[in-house]
């Protein structure tokens, strides 16, 4: 029987690398369904006989949205809606706050609720291969208490806007290549993607 994975997902920071690139918006379910499917992640306690170790039972992606849904683009909303008619996939949403003319608004939640899902999942043994697709190293600790629970985790993220940290903490690295689109998949829905720009 496989061990069973979950994707954490930020959605602002794969937003982020997608604008930085000038790249469609990312489909997490593809982005994770690479990352556990890679040599790497299969290795894990592998069987040699089936060769294939972990399945990927759901993702979900986390975002932040505002108190007032007129203050956000039509097309985020759009994104979020077919996100959530993924398989397996579902949303969570902090929310977004502040915010001036010289500065955007700011996410506020969205860590704390991945990081409680992760340590949720690890002490119920919900599943035994994390993937948190993020490169920010606030979540460290989270990492080391969810690896404490006898949980493999796997960071996904571009290597320059990945905290040194975060990697080390990692039981395994994917390093996200932004220009393949086999590591950084447009999400796309009857020939419809996403941008940012």
Same mark, same amino acid.
């Given at each position: 029987m496989p061990y069973i994975a979950y994707g954490f997902v930020d959605g602002g920071y794969l937003r982020k690398l997608a604008e930085n690139v000038r790249k469609p918006l990312v489909s997490p379910r593809? !982005?994770? %369904?690479?990352?556990? !499917?890679? &040599?790497?992640?299969q290795s894990w306690c592998s069987d040699p006989m089936t060769h294939r170790n972990v399945a990927l039972a759901r993702v979900i992606y986390y975002d932040a949205r505002p108190d007032d849904d007129s203050e956000v683009e039509q097309d985020i909303k759009d994104y979020w809606d077919a996100i959530e008619l993924l398989q397996d996939t579902e949303l969570g949403f902090g929310s977004t706050r502040g915010g001036t003319k010289k500065r955007p608004p700011r996410q506020k939640g969205v860590d704390t609720l991945i990081a409680v899902d992760m340590l949720v999942g690890a002490f119920t043994k919900l599943f035994s291969v994390a993937v948190l697709v993020a490169g920010d190293a606030d979540f460290v600790p989270v990492v080391n208490e969810v690896k404490r629970r006898g949980v493999m985790v796997a960071v996904a993220a571009a290597q320059d806007s990945l905290s040194d940290d975060l990697k080390r903490a990692a039981d395994r690295f994917f390093r996200i290549d932004l220009l393949s689109e086999a %590591?950084? &998949?447009?999400l796309q829905v009857e020939g419809r993607s996403w941008k940012t720009v």
């Amino acid at each position: 029987m496989p061990y069973i994975a979950y994707g954490f997902v930020d959605g602002g920071y794969l937003r982020k690398l997608a604008e930085n690139v000038r790249k469609p918006l990312v489909s997490p379910r593809r !982005l994770v %369904d690479r990352v556990v !499917l890679s &040599p790497n992640i299969q290795s894990w306690c592998s069987d040699p006989m089936t060769h294939r170790n972990v399945a990927l039972a759901r993702v979900i992606y986390y975002d932040a949205r505002p108190d007032d849904d007129s203050e956000v683009e039509q097309d985020i909303k759009d994104y979020w809606d077919a996100i959530e008619l993924l398989q397996d996939t579902e949303l969570g949403f902090g929310s977004t706050r502040g915010g001036t003319k010289k500065r955007p608004p700011r996410q506020k939640g969205v860590d704390t609720l991945i990081a409680v899902d992760m340590l949720v999942g690890a002490f119920t043994k919900l599943f035994s291969v994390a993937v948190l697709v993020a490169g920010d190293a606030d979540f460290v600790p989270v990492v080391n208490e969810v690896k404490r629970r006898g949980v493999m985790v796997a960071v996904a993220a571009a290597q320059d806007s990945l905290s040194d940290d975060l990697k080390r903490a990692a039981d395994r690295f994917f390093r996200i290549d932004l220009l393949s689109e086999a %590591d950084f &998949p447009a999400l796309q829905v009857e020939g419809r993607s996403w941008k940012t720009v």
